[in-house]
């Protein structure tokens, strides 16, 4: 059984800074791409970053030059750190893994980012 946990989110203002963590358990984060995404209320979900599992990083324009995705092997986790926050960023953020070759196969929960003017 695949599960996926994100942490790390919360209250901010904007400029401000979060780090957002997604821990997995029954699969491996390094052999698959992991992708965070996010959903704003009354919006459709749009996808902020992904990490293959080459380490190839791809961004959405809204956060390039502002977010970083990364992977921990050892930890297997996936991290987000987002900086230059802006209250448009505010959303449920959720990471979502590929498994066997299934994109976004399984997802996490979703931790709430909300950013202050």
């Known amino acids: 059984q695949v599960q996926l946990v994100e942490s790390g989110g919360g209250l901010v203002q904007a400029g401000g800074s979060l780090r957002l963590s997604c821990s997995a358990s029954g699969t491996i984060f390094s052999i698959e791409t992991v992708a965070w995404h996010r959903q704003a209320p009354g919006k459709q979900r749009e996808l902020v970053a992904t990490?293959?599992?080459?380490?190839?990083?791809n961004y959405a324009d809204s956060v390039k030059g502002r977010f970083t995705i990364s992977r921990d092997n050892a930890k297997n986790t996936v991290a987000l750190q987002m900086n230059s926050l802006k209250p448009e960023d505010t959303a449920v953020y959720y990471c979502a893994t590929s498994y066997y070759g299934t994109v976004n196969r399984f997802w996490g929960q979703g931790t709430q980012v909300t950013v202050s003017s």
């Open positions: 990490i293959t599992s080459s380490g190839r990083t």
